[in-house]
């Protein structure tokens, strides 16, 4: 099983996985590849020293700087690919650490706004800056050169919707089918008794507080603004709404 999915809520699932562009990579690489190139060109040198005793020490060297090279670039190759964000139904994850786990998570329901910014290199390769706004002051900021960041600033603003359709009720969750019971016939002689359905008791409806009730009309106004729903849609919701407290 996935780390990201031990860290997932009762019923929450993962719309999007995307990790920095391998860009990034070599650039955490750098020291790992300037130390092979540096042992290769010191190989080809190494031609035109007699055997002997510098010699020896420059195959030392060269084999120092290929093992440290290479283990340096297989240190940064697993931190990149452990480094990830993840659009959930619920949130926007960061997740950091090969050993140590390190995970920031901003609730997608106080996410204001997410600005996008790519460089002409940057539409070329398929990578972008993204800031996240958010109305808490702790949580993902800045997602720094992510793989195809249009793709997921639309998938956290979709998922953002959802979220907000689910909560002001404008999305219900479709009920179970009533199943008609019929009643029994009494044995003997005389007029058939006719089967009536029974109706099911109608749920009560759970009440709520008032910052809930306070949060819930805010995203139906947004919802309206943005004109998701009716006007006639956002008042009768209220007006339910305004029963429950």
Request: charged share 25%; aromatic share 6%.
């Amino acid at each position: 099983m996935a780390y990201i999915d031990s860290m997932l809520a009762t019923g929450e699932q993962p719309i999007r996985r995307d990790h920095q562009h391998w860009f990034v990579l070599i650039a955490d690489a750098r020291y790992g590849i300037a130390a092979i190139v540096a042992a290769i060109a010191l190989l080809f040198l190494s031609q035109n020293v007699g055997p002997g005793g510098p010699r020896d020490v420059l195959g030392y060297i060269i084999l120092a700087l290929v093992i440290g090279g290479i283990a340096y670039i297989g240190w940064q190759a697993l931190r990149w690919m452990n480094e990830e964000y993840v659009v959930t139904t619920r949130r926007v994850l960061q997740l950091e650490g090969v050993i140590n786990k390190r995970v920031l998570d901003s609730s997608l329901e106080k996410i204001n706004d997410a600005v996008l910014t790519q460089s002409l290199f940057g539409r070329l390769f398929g990578f972008g800056d993204l800031d996240i706004l958010t109305a808490a002051e702790t949580g993902i900021s800045r997602l720094r050169m992510l793989r195809q960041a249009d793709d997921f600033k639309r998938a956290m603003l979709d998922a953002k919707h959802e979220l907000e359709l689910e909560l002001s009720g404008a999305r219900p969750l479709p009920s179970p089918p009533l199943r008609a019971s019929a009643a029994p016939t009494p044995a003997g002689p005389g007029p058939a008794s006719v089967a009536t359905p029974a109706v099911a008791p109608s749920p009560s409806r759970p009440e709520m507080t008032p910052d809930e009730l306070t949060r819930t009309l805010a995203s139906l106004a947004d919802l309206r603004d943005r004109n998701a729903i009716s006007a006639e849609e956002y008042e009768a919701k209220k007006a339910d709404l305004l029963r429950r407290l």
